[in-house]
Structures are given as C-alpha cells and as structure tokens.
C-alpha cells in the first residue's frame, strides 16, 4: 500500500471513529444523565450565515435556519474530527497511527478543545469559553471531557485500525 493511500485510510478511520466514540459519550450522558450534547445543526446555521458576513451570533438559536442545516451540522462534526485526526497525524506522523500511544492521544483531544472555546462557542453566541452560558464552568467541563474522550477515540480508532490492518 503507498504512503499517501494509508495516509488517507488511517486519518479518514481515526478521525470517524474518534467522533463515534465522542457521540457515544454524549449518547451515554443523555440517557443516563439527561445531559443534552451540542445540536450540530446550530454549527451548520452558523456556518451559513458567513456568506452573509456574519460570523457571531448573539444566540444562534434565534437566526434564521439554513437549508438542511442537521444533516450539514452531522457532516461537519465528522468533517471536524477527520482534520483533527490529520493534524494529529502532521504533529507525531504516521509511526504513531502504526504503533499508537494513549497518552499523546488523549493531550491532543484535550487540546482540540481551544477550537470551540475560541472559535465555536463565540461564534454561536456562548461567549469565550461559554463565558455567557448559565454555568460557564459546569460547560468548560463538559467539553474538555468530551474532547477527552475524543482523544481516546483517536487512540481506540488508531489501535484497532492496527489490528484491522495487520
């Protein structure tokens, strides 16, 4: 197999695998705690204000909805975490989806978390860190958990790839 053909193979199947693992984590809290996730279809209605020139939002619920914004929403939150699975593959290369290690798995998940602080939450109308939410710590939690897990999805998804491809 080339290079760049298992390039493609291990950063597709760890990024779609790690987001399976984050949205079996937000399955788990809901049914057992209640604990709504993110609805991605609020992520695709942002998205598609920005050919307005809009790119904050005072509360993203209230704008106007975009044309199949949940399926677009679920598109981009996989989208997400196969760029994330590429820039963990630039950062420790493809030696680590061949013999993957947890802990860079899990630091980089949890570092992934900077882009819905700065980026994401802003644009959405949650302020810097979820600084506007009713409990902004209760939510800064929620997501360094959720891109915990995520980096363990990335190590799950990258060993079993191991095992699959051996």
């Known amino acids: 197999m080339s290079y760049e053909i298992e390039y493609v193979i291990r950063v597709l199947a760890t990024g779609i695998g790690a987001t399976i693992v984050m949205d079996l984590w937000a399955l788990f809290l809901r049914r057992c705690f209640t604990i709504p996730s993110l609805n991605y279809a609020m992520v695709a209605r942002w998205i598609g204000h920005f050919h307005h020139g809009k790119f904050q939002h005072e509360n993203i619920a209230k704008a106007q909805a975009v044309y199949a914004e949940n399926v677009l929403g679920w598109g981009l939150h996989y989208l997400t975490g196969i760029v994330f699975s590429a820039v963990l593959l630039g950062l420790y290369g493809l030696e680590w989806f061949r013999n993957p290690s947890l802990f860079p798995a899990i630091i980089f998940g949890i570092a992934t978390v900077v882009v819905p602080f700065f980026i994401l939450q802003p644009g959405l ?7 506007k939410t009713p409990q902004p710590h209760i939510a800064r939690l929620r997501s ?20 699959i491809m051996a």
């Open 144 to 163: 360094v958990a959720a891109h915990a897990v995520f980096g363990l999805g990335l190590y799950l998804s990258a060993r079993l790839l191991v095992l």
């Open 125 to 131: 109308g949650a302020g810097i860190a979820a600084s």
